[in-house]
């Protein structure tokens, strides 16, 4: 891996931080070429402080450091890609990110579902479908699945995909409802999968 450090007069290049596992941006920073060398040797990222002008290790004085997991380079060699694993807030004013957002992990519309689910549990209106099943209690909820779970296996016996992927929908609808209900959220379970994959 060929870095550009010449395409700057201050031979500084981008530094985008991204958490490795969330996927989520946490800062931008900026390497020198000494500063590259000593990210490399540490395994922890370390910048060049343009306020400090000097090279500034991440997490020297709150301890909260980035391990490098991986880093990666432009197309055009001039910027860098750091994945990391972080320890603590990254942000000075205590946030997880330097854009004030929380570090979680998104999983795109399932997490966006969920959300709903939470609010429709939190703020009932009569006319909400999940907020009656909340209020009719666990076993009408887990009772749900369990006839939703039935459905799927039924059209998987039938080579309609219409109706396999719809009752699919279903079940999964219902499955986060329960887990809401049970107090967790589908990054539990996700968890659990990744410590099985290890093993596997």
Known sequence: MKIDFTKNKDGLVPAVIQDFET??????GYLNEEAY???VELNKVTFFSRSKNRLW???????????VVDIKIDCDHDSLLIKVKPYGNV???GSDTCWNEKNEASYGFLSELEQTI??????PTEKSYVASLFEKGINKIAQKVGEEAVEVVIEA?????HLFLSESADLLFHYLILLQ???FKLSDVIQILKSRSKSQ
């Open 118 to 123: 939470e609010n429709r549990k939190n703020n």
């Open 57 to 67: 290790t991440k997490g020297e004085e709150s301890g909260n450091f980035l391990e």
């Open 23 to 28: 996927k989520n941006v946490l800062m931008l």
């Open 181 to 183: 209900a049970k107090g």
């Open 37 to 39: 060398t000593k990210t």
């Open 157 to 161: 016996k039938d080579n309609d995909t």
């Open 91 to 93: 942000c000075h004013t």
